[in-house]
């Protein structure tokens, strides 16, 4: 019940394209969603988050999509850019609870 | 100025041998965590500490011990190194107040590879 689910494991998309990086929780105590960004050789950098009482958020290029009924978010970054190449991850966790889950992680490359 | 920062970078050692990380955040937060990072870089917790109080050990084999001598500092020490300790360790923190954001800064890791 712990564990956040995260597909697919890489993702390869053209420059200026879509890339969607999609995920599922089983705790409905979960009330903190981020997604972290992390390049090769550093460690992992927040790149944007949402709390279940809004259905989606939007920071630049990223959004994020949050379905509570159906437990699952997903990470939408539009007109993909090679700079975007890297691991992304999303996570879940309980305010107060001390403890952050976190997907597997989706390795996306941006094809120039 | 490094947000959260960890030494050593890289660390090789043979089997048997003991080994510490060190970490120190200058955020001012009050909760810090450890990481530990596979070759497959699935992320798992493995301690989380709130004002120097270990509150989260995810199962980690007593080999692995934390110490956090204050709120800035949070140290891993491992005895009795084996091969499948290796991997990238990240500490990071965070400020865990209903009010924060609880936002988690992550250090550059350390790459432990035993031999």
């Known amino acids: 019940q712990q564990q956040v689910k995260q597909s697919p494991q890489s993702l390869i998309v053209q420059k200026g394209g879509i890339s969607i990086i999609n995920c599922a929780y089983e705790n409905t105590a979960f009330d903190y969603f981020p997604w972290y960004q992390q390049f090769p050789g550093k460690g992992p950098a927040l790149l944007i988050a949402i709390r279940p009482d809004v259905s989606e958020k939007k920071e630049g290029r990223f959004t994020i999509s949050f379905n509570k009924s159906a437990k699952q978010f997903s990470l939408h970054i539009m007109d993909s850019q090679p700079g975007d190449s890297a691991t992304y991850f999303c996570?879940?966790?309980?305010?107060?609870?001390?403890?952050?889950?976190f997907g597997a992680g989706t390795r996306l490359f941006v094809k120039a | 100025d490094t947000a959260v920062s960890q030494t050593p970078k890289y660390l090789v050692t043979q089997m048997g041998n003991d080994k510490s990380i060190k970490c120190e955040q200058n955020?001012?937060?009050?909760?810090m965590y450890w990481y530990k990072q596979d070759s497959k870089k699935f992320l798992k917790i493995m301690f989380s500490y709130n004002n120097k109080e270990l509150i989260i050990n995810e199962t980690v084999p007593n080999r692995f011990s934390p110490k956090s001598p204050d709120k800035a500092h949070l140290n891993l020490h491992i005895n009795s190194l084996e091969l499948g300790d290796s991997a990238v360790y990240f500490c990071?923190?965070?400020?865990?107040?209903?009010?924060?954001?609880?936002?988690?800064?992550f250090g550059p890791g350390t790459r432990l590879t035993v031999t």
């Open positions: 955020l001012g937060h009050d909760t």
């Open positions: 996570a879940a966790s309980v305010t107060g609870g001390f403890k952050t889950i």
């Open positions: 990071a923190s965070s400020q865990d107040l209903p009010t924060a954001s609880y936002e988690q800064y």
